[in-house]
């Protein structure tokens, strides 16, 4: 299995532009979470889907967040318009559907807006 | 509500000697504990995990974790720390009653081991 996929690695944008981030989860795995990394915040999560259905999406900062699952293998989140604060290492985990399993996170993607 | 404290942000040990990385937890329910680390510009490797049973977890790279219900502490211990263990650690706990499958992490505990 290839792990979790994110994609791009890195990104960097001007403020105002608008940043796509994909995720391609473990094949099978029913949950898909987006956390988001800082140093002065640590690990956050943004939101968090149930076969392709959001279940919690309190962690999303602002209506500038998006997020969709349009199917069981991939996940993009859209930040329109970006602005320097949202620069961060985004992550996409996914796990299997029993209480006990871990998540299992991609590489991330390391986004700056300048 | 669920939580996670890591007391500390720092924790330097000589390669050899034994190194501890505390944590401790608040949750409503019966708590699913679990132990990650994280290398530079790579995302969060999942070491052990705590769900029932015995008390002490042993997990991958020569890692164990002992869970105390009465301190509510669920700390990473390793008999003899290597250089290549130096890294970002993580600990996580979800609440086993509510179903919902999302981890509450705490704010990460540098691990430095010195040659």
């Known amino acids: 299995d290839a792990g979790v996929i994110q994609s791009p690695r890195h990104e960097v944008t001007e403020m105002g532009q608008e940043v796509t981030l994909r995720c391609k989860p473990i094949?099978?795995?029913?949950?898909l979470f987006w956390y988001r990394q800082t140093m002065m915040r640590g690990l956050e999560l943004l939101i968090y889907?149930?076969?392709?259905?959001?279940?919690?999406d309190s962690g999303m900062p602002e209506d500038r967040f998006s997020a969709k699952m349009p199917n069981a293998s991939f996940s993009t989140l859209k930040i329109q318009p970006s602005e320097p604060r949202d620069s961060a290492v985004y992550f996409c985990?996914?796990?299997?559907?029993?209480?006990?399993?871990?998540?299992?996170f991609g590489n991330g993607t390391r986004l700056t807006v300048t | 509500a669920q939580s996670v404290a890591q007391p500390e942000d720092q924790v330097n040990v000589a390669e050899g000697n034994p190194l501890t990385v505390k944590c401790t937890y608040s949750?409503?329910?019966?708590?699913?504990l679990f132990w990650y680390v994280q290398y530079p510009n790579r995302g969060l490797q999942f070491l052990l995990k705590?769900?029932?049973?015995?008390?002490l977890v042993k997990g991958s790279y020569g890692f164990e974790a002992e869970f105390n219900k009465s301190q509510t502490s669920f700390h990473l211990k390793k008999p003899s720390a290597l250089v290549s263990d130096s890294a970002l650690y993580f600990c996580?706990?979800?609440?086993?009653?509510?179903?919902?499958?999302?981890?509450?992490f705490g704010t990460g505990t540098r691990l430095t081991v010195i040659p």
């Open positions: 949750v409503s329910g019966n708590p699913y």
């Open positions: 996580a706990v979800r609440d086993g009653q509510t179903g919902a499958n999302n981890l509450f």
């Open positions: 705590y769900i029932t049973g015995d008390n």
């Open positions: 985990a996914s796990s299997s559907l029993e209480p006990n399993s871990p998540l299992h």
């Open positions: 094949s099978g795995h029913d949950y």
């Open positions: 889907f149930n076969n392709n259905v959001p279940i919690d």
